[in-house]
């Protein structure tokens, strides 16, 4: 059974400060993805991260794979306020299922 | 098109109540999901229909059934409901490559 661990789960950092969480998964997979949920609302999609080595950037935030360690980070840089939200990680069962298990979350806050 | 629409965005409803959860889509995936999720926790698949085909979360009890009406359209049918299953339940729908799933806006249901 696929299980996916995220940590830190709280996270209160300074603007201008850097941090990175992490995604740990138990079973290989295909596929990882990154979401932001701001309070009281859906899910939007950050990153798509699909082979080993793989790294994204959008605006501050990056995400790397790496499927041997079945890790996957989500760096963020010199943080500012609107950063604030959960981010998910969630993995695809193997085999192209199109089924998502999702981590924890992570609830950031950034602080000024 | 990029929308994944539900209604309605609150549901207030008894235990003896049968009441349906609406989602459409016009991205012309071929994938459709229900997710559920309790505060403060991560979305949990509930059901997913995919060309055509339902895969179901055995864990779902069968007072939620889903309906697959066309390939834009999936509902969620609810009937006598524990005030447990409230939650922000959440429709997705998702195709392509990356199996990027993109997600509505939630329906909140609260079961009294």
């Known amino acids: 059974e696929l299980k996916v661990e995220q940590n830190p789960l709280f996270l209160s950092m300074q603007e201008g400060k850097n941090y990175t969480i992490y995604c740990n998964y138990s079973?290989?997979?295909?596929?990882l993805y990154w979401y932001r949920q701001d309070p009281g609302k859906s899910l939007e999609s950050l990153f798509v991260?699909?082979?080993?080595?793989a790294v994204k950037q959008e605006g501050r935030l990056m995400a790397s794979l790496d499927t041997k360690a079945r890790l996957s980070t989500l760096h963020i840089t010199a943080a500012v306020h609107d950063l604030s939200a959960t981010y998910f990680c969630?993995?695809?069962?193997?085999?192209?299922?199109?089924?998502?298990?999702f981590g924890k979350g992570t609830k950031l806050t950034v602080n000024p | 098109d990029t929308e994944v629409t539900q209604t309605p965005k609150h549901l207030v409803m008894g235990m003896t109540n049968k009441k349906s959860l609406k989602c459409e889509q016009h991205?012309?995936?071929?994938?459709m999901y229900w997710y559920k999720q309790k505060a403060k926790k991560p979305p949990e698949l509930m059901f997913v229909?995919?060309?055509?085909?339902?895969?179901i979360n055995e864990s779902v009890p069968s007072r939620f059934s889903p309906e697959c009406p066309n390939s834009s359209l999936l509902n969620l049918h609810l009937h006598a409901l524990q005030p447990e299953d409230s939650a922000l339940y959440l429709c997705?729908?998702?195709?392509?490559?990356?199996?990027?799933?993109?997600f509505g806006p939630g329906t909140r249901l609260t079961v009294l």
């Open positions: 997705a729908s998702g195709e392509g490559p990356w199996n990027e799933q993109f």
């Open positions: 079973t290989t997979s295909d596929r």
């Open positions: 991260l699909l082979s080993n080595g």
């Open positions: 969630a993995v695809e069962t193997q085999g192209g299922s199109e089924k998502l298990v």
């Open positions: 991205m012309g995936h071929r994938a």
């Open positions: 229909y995919s060309y055509e085909k339902l895969s």
